[in-house]
């Protein structure tokens, strides 16, 4: 159901074969339909393999009384634990029985500072490094980073390896506390309820939760015995113990419940799979945890509801908690205290106050901006303007419909044509289109054979790129006019899933500070350098702090391998004489067609948002055969030329060379970029952009002399 997909409004995700990648940064808690993952990990959709409906089979279990005791858990919970004594008992021989052969560790106690250390495999462990990072920090730790991927800090290490850390402040080290949080969460709920059959429970963006099949309703009566549980588990200091399980007896162990069983068919690929303890919980999971429950210094319960299994109605009705958690409990003051503004500050709240903007549902998604919410439009575009005027950038227009054979070569006909709005134009005759071979109702269209079907059929465009390409190849280019900067506020469309729009954050008509820059190889890291500084003095005018990441060439990449190299070294050293250490680089998540460096700012109540975009591009130019004249032009150009033509019939010209596209944005959409500054200020917008610069009030009375009030509405 690609019309199920969340669009995003990054302005060139949909540029090409894209990133699947389509979540929004900020955005809440997934809705309660969605299909999630075990603890957090993607679930592939599961069809024609419904589990079978009812609460009935439940009620067959043993129904002990809700105890704290854990003498008084259910047999088979009792079992599950046992079965994971005797299994840990021979893991840890066989442990032990491992040869610990001395190995390199490069070692980083903080960011920036790097050191080769000696450990031994399978005895050294994060954890044990511990001890040589300083202690302020060493306190916030709380997970490790072992060659760039999560991992306990009691798993020993096996190999040679780079050893770093996250703290809660960290995203992955955060997701990892509120992961580790949810396993608490599952341990209550087992306590609380006895017989509660646990489904899956994943970290969100806005904490945790956990799934369970029980036999009645959570209510709100339960959530301050389920706390109380959880201050007394954390206070309990329960280790996470990890232990690897064969298929079968991870069948055995959580043959008691469908869901777990569930999950074991499906997720465990090999012949193994993890399991974690803490107290009395034994979870199927993938890891990895904080090191023990103590670090959960504050624990709440958000709310309570219900949800199907996997997502889908067919399947049981499961209870959900919502919770939160933190090292600290100025951390949960300080998270309420951000609900609470969020709350306040809500765009749409501020927007009906201060008449910004509405919505009809005549044209679902597509804001109307009112006088007042167009002079915020305005000035944020004259201040683009002006800086696009100081930097070389030039302005264009492009259409908003094409034919069907432009989406056909950039790629979006085959990938996204159903996120697109298509009309089939004839004579002059605008009709809406069936463009499968089934109408709407399942009848087949007039003549689904016919293969002139997409004959005048035309798609509003959902981004600028393939337009800008046609202006590019419309004459004859020369080295001497590159880096073309060319910019485009034209209107977008994106057909987002009805359910998934949101005030102005998600929308589907909107527009964008969009811009591609096409240049050559060489100019790459001057042209990043120069938007780096670009942004730089747009977001200090708003006060956003940003972060900086790099995701490099990725598996199934396209174009040639120096070529890449060549531009990440650009991007590297842009970065680098940007930013110094202070960056991230994510290997091997570029686009297939090029790197890309992520951009998140943050707000005045710290929510992260990407808005701006870099992505370099060698596939839009070669899709769409852009050229440009060299300056040797002659024999060096000619023997490269000549080559590539050998394996290319398309490529390109003698004398000519291939530009590279850049695709960027700063404020992104600029719908969302004003729903984001309208939170971020609280409605309070600064002088420059507030669209209500002045109002007079006349103070004196009417009489003795009516002049004044008379006076004041001439000025
Ligand atoms: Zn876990
Ligand atoms: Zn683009």
């Given at each position: 159901?690609?019309?199920?997909?969340?669009?995003?409004?990054?302005?060139?995700?949909?540029?090409?074969?894209?990133?699947?990648?389509?979540?929004?940064?900020?955005?809440?808690?997934?809705?309660?339909?969605?299909?999630?993952?075990?603890?957090?990990?993607?679930?592939?959709?599961?069809?024609?393999?419904?589990?079978?409906?009812?609460?009935?089979?439940?009620?067959?279990?043993v129904h002990p009384k809700p105890s704290g005791a854990p003498g008084q858990l259910p047999d088979y919970i009792v079992q599950r634990n046992q079965l994971f004594d005797e299994l840990k008992k021979n893991y840890d021989e066989e442990m032990a029985a491992r040869e610990k052969t001395p190995i390199k560790i490069k070692f980083s106690p903080e960011p920036g500072t790097t050191k080769e250390i000696d450990g031994n495999a399978w005895d050294t462990t994060p954890g044990k490094l511990l001890k040589d990072v300083p202690k302020d920090r060493a306190a916030k730790i709380v997970?490790?980073?072992?060659?760039?991927?999560?991992?306990?800090?009691?798993?020993?290490?096996?190999?040679?390896?780079?050893?770093?850390?996250?703290?809660?402040?960290?995203?992955?080290?955060?997701?990892?506390?509120?992961?580790?949080?949810?396993?608490?969460?599952?341990?209550?709920?087992?306590?609380?309820?006895?017989?509660?059959?646990?489904?899956?429970?994943?970290?969100?963006?806005?904490?945790?939760?956990?799934?369970?099949?029980?036999?009645?309703?959570?209510?709100?009566?339960?959530?301050?015995?389920?706390?109380?549980?959880?201050?007394?588990?954390?206070?309990?200091?329960?280790?996470?113990?990890?232990?690897?399980?064969?298929?079968?007896?991870?069948?055995?162990?959580?043959?008691?419940?469908?869901?777990?069983?569930?999950?074991?068919?499906?997720?465990?690929?090999?012949?193994?799979?993890?399991?974690?303890?803490?107290?009395?919980?034994?979870?199927?999971?993938?890891?990895?945890?904080?090191?023990?429950?103590?670090?959960?210094?504050?624990?709440?319960?958000?709310?309570?509801?219900?949800?199907?299994?996997?997502?889908?109605?067919?399947?049981?009705?499961?209870?959900?908690?919502?919770?939160?958690?933190?090292?600290?409990?100025?951390?949960?003051?300080?998270?309420?205290?951000?609900?609470?503004?969020?709350?306040?500050?809500?765009?749409?709240?501020?927007?009906?106050?201060?008449?910004?903007?509405?919505?009809?549902?005549?044209?679902?998604?597509?804001?109307?901006?009112?006088?007042?919410?167009?002079?915020?439009?305005?000035?944020?575009?004259?201040?683009?303007?002006?800086?696009?005027?100081?930097?070389?950038?030039?302005?264009?227009?492009?259409?908003?419909?094409?034919?069907?054979?432009?989406?056909?070569?950039?790629?979006?006909?085959?990938?996204?044509?159903?996120?697109?709005?298509?009309?089939?134009?004839?004579?002059?005759?605008?009709?809406?289109?069936?463009?499968?071979?089934?109408?709407?109702?399942?009848?087949?269209?007039?003549?689904?054979?016919?293969?002139?079907?997409?004959?005048?059929?035309?798609?509003?465009?959902?981004?600028?790129?393939?337009?800008?390409?046609?202006?590019?190849?419309?004459?004859?280019?020369?080295?001497?006019?590159?880096?073309?900067?060319?910019?485009?506020?034209?209107?977008?469309?994106?057909?987002?899933?009805?359910?998934?729009?949101?005030?102005?954050?998600?929308?589907?008509?909107?527009?964008?500070?969009?811009?591609?820059?096409?240049?050559?190889?060489?100019?790459?890291?001057?042209?990043?350098?120069?938007?780096?500084?670009?942004?730089?003095?747009?977001?200090?005018?708003?006060?956003?702090?940003?972060?900086?990441?790099?995701?490099?060439?990725?598996?199934?990449?396209?174009?040639?391998?120096?070529?890449?190299?060549?531009?990440?070294?650009?991007?590297?050293?842009?970065?680098?004489?940007?930013?110094?250490?202070?960056?991230?680089?994510?290997?091997?998540?570029?686009?297939?067609?090029?790197?890309?460096?992520?951009?998140?700012?943050?707000?005045?109540?710290?929510?992260?948002?990407?808005?701006?975009?870099?992505?370099?591009?060698?596939?839009?130019?070669?899709?769409?055969?852009?050229?440009?004249?060299?300056?040797?032009?002659?024999?060096?150009?000619?023997?490269?030329?000549?080559?590539?033509?050998?394996?290319?019939?398309?490529?390109?010209?003698?004398?000519?060379?291939?530009?590279?596209?850049?695709?960027?944005?700063?404020?992104?959409?600029?719908?969302?970029?004003?729903?984001?500054?309208?939170?971020?200020?609280?409605?309070?917008?600064?002088?420059?952009?507030?669209?209500?610069?002045?109002?007079?009030?006349?103070?004196?009375?009417?009489?003795?002399?009516?002049?004044?009030?008379?006076?004041?509405?001439?000025?």
């Open positions: 159901m690609s019309h199920q997909r969340n669009i995003s409004l990054r302005p060139h995700d949909l540029w090409g074969t894209l990133d699947a990648e389509m979540s929004q940064n900020g955005n809440p808690a997934a809705p309660e339909s969605q299909t999630q993952g075990l603890k957090g990990q993607t679930i592939t959709a599961v069809q024609g393999n419904k589990l079978a409906a009812g609460k009935q089979g439940m009620a067959e279990q997970v490790a980073k072992v060659d760039g991927s999560v991992w306990d800090l009691d798993r020993p290490l096996e190999r040679d390896c780079a050893v770093a850390y996250y703290t809660f402040d960290d995203k992955e080290g955060r997701y990892v506390f509120w992961h580790s949080s949810a396993h608490v969460l599952g341990e209550c709920a087992e306590h609380q309820y006895g017989d509660c059959k646990l489904s899956h429970g994943p970290p969100t963006e806005m904490g945790f939760f956990y799934d369970m099949a029980i036999d009645r309703p959570v209510t709100e009566a339960d959530w301050p015995s389920i706390e109380s549980r959880a201050k007394k588990f954390a206070k309990d200091k329960q280790q996470f113990v990890r232990l690897e399980v064969s298929k079968d007896d991870l069948l055995k162990m959580f043959g008691y419940s469908k869901y777990k069983t569930h999950y074991i068919e499906k997720l465990v690929k090999g012949e193994k799979s993890t399991v974690y303890r803490n107290g009395d919980l034994v979870d199927l999971c993938q890891g990895p945890h904080i090191q023990n429950t103590r670090k959960i210094e504050a624990f709440k319960i958000m709310k309570n509801s219900s949800a199907y299994f996997l997502g889908d109605q067919a399947n049981d009705s499961l209870q959900r908690i919502h919770a939160v958690a933190f090292p600290s409990k100025q951390g949960l003051k300080d998270w309420e205290h951000r609900l609470e503004e969020a709350k306040k500050r809500n765009h749409q709240l501020i927007g009906k106050q201060q008449k910004l903007f509405f919505f009809s549902q005549l044209s679902p998604g597509s804001p109307f901006l009112l006088p007042h919410g167009v002079r915020i439009f305005n000035a944020l575009q004259a201040m683009l303007r002006d800086e696009y005027w100081d930097r070389g950038y030039q302005e264009v227009q492009s259409p908003n419909m094409y034919n069907v054979d432009l989406w056909k070569v950039s790629g979006h006909w085959q990938h996204y044509q159903d996120d697109m709005f298509r009309v089939k134009v004839d004579d002059d005759v605008a009709e809406p289109m069936p463009l499968s071979d089934q109408k709407p109702d399942g009848r087949p269209v007039a003549n689904p054979a016919n293969e002139d079907k997409d004959k005048g059929v035309f798609a509003l465009k959902p981004m600028n790129c393939p337009g800008h390409c046609l202006l590019f190849r419309d004459e004859e280019r020369s080295y001497r006019e590159l880096p073309w900067r060319v910019a485009d506020f034209g209107v977008l469309h994106r057909n987002e899933a009805s359910g998934a729009l949101s005030g102005l954050t998600r929308v589907r008509k909107f527009q964008q500070d969009d811009t591609h820059i096409f240049c050559t190889n060489a100019q790459i890291m001057g042209e990043i350098a120069g938007l780096f500084d670009f942004m730089d003095s747009v977001y200090k005018l708003f006060g956003f702090p940003f972060k900086l990441k790099l995701s490099t060439r990725p598996e199934g990449f396209m174009g040639k391998i120096e070529e890449w190299d060549a531009a990440e070294a650009q991007l590297k050293q842009a970065l680098q004489d940007f930013r110094g250490d202070d960056w991230e680089l994510n290997p091997g998540d570029g686009a297939f067609y090029g790197p890309k460096i992520d951009i998140t700012i943050s707000d005045a109540l710290g929510r992260e948002f990407q808005c701006a975009t870099i992505q370099l591009d060698f596939q839009g130019p070669q899709n769409f055969k852009l050229e440009y004249r060299t300056a040797e032009g002659g024999a060096a150009a000619d023997a490269d030329a000549a080559a590539a033509k050998e394996k290319d019939p398309n490529a390109l010209t003698t004398g000519m060379a291939r530009p590279v596209m850049i695709h960027r944005a700063i404020v992104g959409s600029f719908e969302r970029f004003i729903a984001i500054l309208c939170e971020h200020f609280g409605g309070k917008w600064p002088f420059w952009l507030s669209p209500r610069q002045i109002m007079i009030i006349p103070v004196m009375k009417v009489s003795p002399s009516p002049k004044p009030l008379s006076y004041s509405p001439t000025i």
